[in-house]
């Protein structure tokens, strides 16, 4: 176990020193060269990652604590959308899965309009979404909370639906030769099968209802968030870039834990499903 995680931990560290090499380098070349192409690469478009780095322990005003401080603060107000939105977002889009797997009128009349949804740009639902739910004393993060969800429930739908679709016909055909109820093969049968699918669509809901959340801090006015910090430094890149590289380094590191979570939840569950057990 010890020497699982030390090689986990040693492929992480190759692999960041790599991505680390691999920025240098394309930053060295495109500078060598004067290659202008897909954009110019000096200090204010593509700053030297160890002043990126550096940035998070420099202070965030003259005077101020470091910068690492407030953004670890607005990833824990983010988080925290994030976290609501997920989870609401993975309830509906778990029960959509199953209400369309049982009924094939509704699939047949409801999921094209699941999937039409998903093309609709959430920069254009997010003010919508905060104009409806604003003003009706909710804590100003629950519009926020409901943009993430939107992100969220659509993988986990389309994911559910495929993975309760999937069940072994031979098991599923034993089971009803005994008569089994309709919860009692849902229970045993098909939803461990979908285990595989659905934390699949889990892991890309994580990551997605952290941008959710990013995103719908913008037309919220939260300052509180890492949208906030994001537009914030977006207003003085000019003057100090690292500051939002460093913040995206933050909101992608947010990212990374979340999908870690639901990667550790997945080896316990799906380990312990009925279909695993001897």
């Not at 969800?149 to 016909?169: M, Q």
């Not at 992608?252 to 080896?267: C, M, N, Q, Y």
Request: proline share 6%.
């Amino acid at each position: 176990m010890a020497a699982a995680v030390l090689k986990r931990l040693a492929l992480t560290v190759v692999v960041l020193g790599a991505l680390w090499g691999l920025w240098e380098s394309y930053r060295a070349l495109w500078v060598w060269t004067g290659w202008t192409w897909p954009f110019v690469v000096d200090d204010l478009t593509m700053p030297h990652m160890h002043e990126i780095v550096s940035r998070l322990w420099q202070p965030a005003a003259r005077g101020g604590p470091p910068l690492i401080r407030p953004l670890l603060s607005n990833a824990a107000f983010t988080a925290k959308e994030a976290v609501v939105g997920f989870a609401l977002g993975a309830v509906i889009g778990f029960a959509i899965g199953v209400v369309l797997h049982h009924s094939q009128l509704l699939r047949r009349g409801f999921l094209p309009y699941v999937v039409a949804s998903q093309t609709v740009p959430i920069l254009a639902i997010a003010p919508m979404v905060v104009i409806w739910l604003g003003g009706k004393g909710l804590p100003v993060w629950v519009p926020v909370s409901v943009i993430a969800a939107y992100l969220t429930f659509f993988p986990v739908t389309i994911n559910t639906l495929r993975g309760l679709d999937s069940a072994d016909p031979r098991r599923l055909e034993l089971m009803r030769s005994y008569a089994a109820s309709r919860w009692r093969v849902l229970r045993s049968l098909k939803f461990p099968s979908a285990l595989p699918y659905v934390f699949a669509a889990l892991k890309v809901s994580a990551t997605a209802s952290v941008v959710g959340a990013i995103i719908g801090e913008l037309p919220s006015s939260i300052a509180d968030g890492l949208g906030g910090a994001i537009l914030n430094f977006n207003q003085y890149y000019s003057l100090d870039p690292s500051a939002l590289w460093a913040t995206n380094l933050v909101a992608a590191a947010l990212g990374l834990v979340f999908f870690g979570v639901i990667v550790l939840v997945e080896r316990l569950v799906v380990r312990a499903a009925p279909e695993h057990v001897a």
